[in-house]
């Protein structure tokens, strides 16, 4: 049943037995780690793409969350310019109050404080949160649901931006979102997110987009369905070229603004190519099964020919291409990453050892395989090192193929 609006749920996509995507575990922990089924279907009704079983919140979002938004300068960037975006665009009257659901280490947030507004961050895992308020932001440690709207609003008054980049798409239960949101928001408020956009999925074949936090993937059709079941409306969008391929969508209460152009014809184009439609979407999981064997017959070839094979970047997303496909150790010995609270520990399911970025140059790999391919132009100048030296890239989205 649709977690939306109630309709029939038609799966078109099985990736199997899936492990937590941020679980990295210590090497003496494996025998411990939490598995579940990670199934993909399309709502009949509201065509909300959704996963079929639900991990527990706590599971995936706690006090050592690995994950921090800093770890790429380009979405350093990209949030800086969000915040003045939101301040320039959006934050009105005298004493403007910007909250973001899912500020992990402040990135967002710390822009909007340098610019002297009044802001708070709801983020639930204790540890990134820290990161934040060590830099001054302002951070209240909770699960965003309807009961938490409703205290802001009670503490701090109405706020005139509620964003959420990378977090709605993680949250099963939206219908407490949005009566939260509903509480907390100006009557002109408006409430703005970005996530992994289904257009981009299925262009690029990005399947590993979908792991155990990205219960959803939205569309222009189905998240302008969900706004209206829930008293608001889908007023703008914009695609970005961020985490692959994103939809920023800007919602406000039903009535309240007229909705821009660019709403009807990212609806007309998803219309006119089936983007919701079974057909398109079990095509695009016979090519998940068939780039997932082409990738592990390129790495049995690296391999066979003797060839030095690593990983870059230990990302959520890459639990589950390891774990569908099948690549442990044996085919990608290690994976390097910057993030320390990864490093030493082994890749959730697949057990590839992280190793410090810093290691990589002394490694001296032959070709490596880029699971933060979302990084893809700022990873491979930082590395131009390597690509000189006469080492390879391996990519696997949109196809596999090395540059
Ligand atoms: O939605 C989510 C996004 C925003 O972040 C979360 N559910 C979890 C997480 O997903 P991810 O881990 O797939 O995100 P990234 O941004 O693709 O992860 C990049 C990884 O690569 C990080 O572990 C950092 C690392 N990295 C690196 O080692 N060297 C990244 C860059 C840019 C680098 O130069
Ligand atoms: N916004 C950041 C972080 C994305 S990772 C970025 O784009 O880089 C997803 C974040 O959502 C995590 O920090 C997680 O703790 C948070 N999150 C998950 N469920 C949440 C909820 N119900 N309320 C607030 N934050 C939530
Ligand atoms: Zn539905």
Redesign the pocket.
């Known amino acids: 049943m649709c977690r939306i609006c109630g309709g029939v749920v038609n799966e078109f996509l099985d990736l199997g037995r899936q492990p937590l995507s941020d679980a990295f575990v210590e090497p003496d922990e494996t025998a411990d780690e939490f598995y579940y089924h990670l199934r993909v279907g399309v709502c009949e009704s509201c065509s909300m793409v959704q996963q079929l079983a639900e991990v527990p ?1 706590e599971r995936m ?1 706690h006090d050592s ?1 690995p ?1 921090v ?1 800093s770890g790429s300068v380009r ?1 350093r960037e990209h949030f800086t310019r969000t915040a003045h975006d939101l301040l320039e665009r959006e934050s009105t009257g005298s004493d403007p109050f910007i909250v973001e ?4 280490d402040g ?1 967002m947030l710390a822009a909007v404080r340098a610019a002297g507004v009044r802001h708070l961050g ?4 204790g540890g ?1 949160a820290d990161v934040a308020r060590a830099a001054g932001v302002r951070v209240r440690s909770a ?3 309807e009961a938490v709207g409703a205290e802001i609003a009670a503490q701090d008054g109405p706020a005139n931006v509620v964003f959420a ?3 709605i798409c ?2 099963p239960y939206l219908d407490s979102i949005f009566r939260g949101i509903d509480a907390l928001l100006a009557p002109d408020g408006v409430f703005v997110f970005e996530d992994p956009y289904l257009g981009d999925v299925i262009e690029k074949n990005s399947f590993d987009q979908i792991y155990d ?1 990205h219960f959803y993937v939205f569309s222009a059709r189905s998240v302008q369905a969900m706004a209206r079941r829930f008293g608001f409306e889908l007023v703008d969008v914009r695609r970005l070229p961020v985490h692959g391929g994103e939809v920023r969508y800007t919602l406000a209460r039903a009535g309240a603004r007229t909705p821009s152009a660019a709403v009807a014809a990212l609806v007309a184009s998803e219309d006119a190519r089936g983007l919701a439609e079974l057909s398109t979407l079990h095509a695009f999981a016979a090519e998940v099964d068939r780039i997932s064997r082409d990738l592990v017959l390129q790495l049995e070839k690296l391999r066979d020919s003797g060839l030095r094979v690593a990983g870059y970047g230990a990302t959520a997303k890459s639990a589950t291409v390891t774990n569908y496909a099948g690549i442990g150790p044996d085919l990608v010995p290690c994976v390097f990453d910057t993030t320390p609270a990864k490093q030493g520990r082994l890749m959730p399911g697949s057990h590839i050892p992280v190793r410090p970025a810093e290691e990589f140059a002394e490694y001296g790999a032959d070709r490596l395989l880029l699971f933060a391919w979302n990084h893809a132009e700022e990873i491979i100048a930082k590395e131009k090192d390597f690509a000189r030296g006469g080492g390879r890239w391996l990519l696997y989205v949109p196809e596999v193929r090395l540059l």
């Open positions: 919140r979002f969350y994950y938004s979405m659901i899912g500020s992990n990135t709801v983020e639930p895992c990134v699960f965003f649901e980049a990378n977090t993680h949250i936090e």
